[in-house]
């Protein structure tokens, strides 16, 4: 079964064409999507700020399997306390997480706080657990 008989060629085009204003990562990759933009609101952090929608981005990379488990056990749980969740696609060695408030297709004060926590906790985990043998 094709994509388009599950989700209609409407949809589809919808989904992924250019008017959307959300297009997902890997498509997103593939498409070519221009390099990302700082965010002067983040101070130097890694994360950058990314259009249609405008959404904040950053990758965090691991050494060891078990610090990226660690981090990603970390992350869950903020965000069922925060009640606030961001994308997190798991690649390899890396960890790409996108936040962004869609009720108003933006960044928000919210998604500042969530990707400064996020910041913290990396900086927790490997501090804590990098240098456990």
């Known amino acids: ?18 008017g959307n204003s959300y297009v997902p990562p890997l498509i997103r990759e593939f ?3 221009p390099e990302p933009e700082e ?6 952090d890694e994360w950058n700020m990314l259009h249609d929608p ?7 990379d691991f050494d060891d399997a078990s610090i990226m488990r660690r981090f990603v056990t970390e992350v869950l749980s903020f965000q069922e306390d925060a009640n ?7 690649e390899n060695d890396s960890i790409r997480v996108e936040v962004w408030t869609h009720d108003v297709n933006d960044v928000t004060e919210l998604d500042r706080e969530y990707a400064a926590e996020l910041s913290d906790i990396y900086g927790d985990v490997m501090g804590t657990y990098s240098n456990v043998g």
């Open 1 to 18: 079964m094709k994509l388009n008989e599950i989700f209609g060629v409407r949809s589809m085009k919808e989904s992924f064409g250019r």
């Open 31 to 33: 498409a070519g999507e």
């Open 39 to 44: 965010d002067p609101g983040l101070k130097g």
């Open 54 to 60: 405008n959404r904040l981005v950053r990758q965090f």
């Open 84 to 90: 606030h969740h961001g994308s997190l696609l798991i």
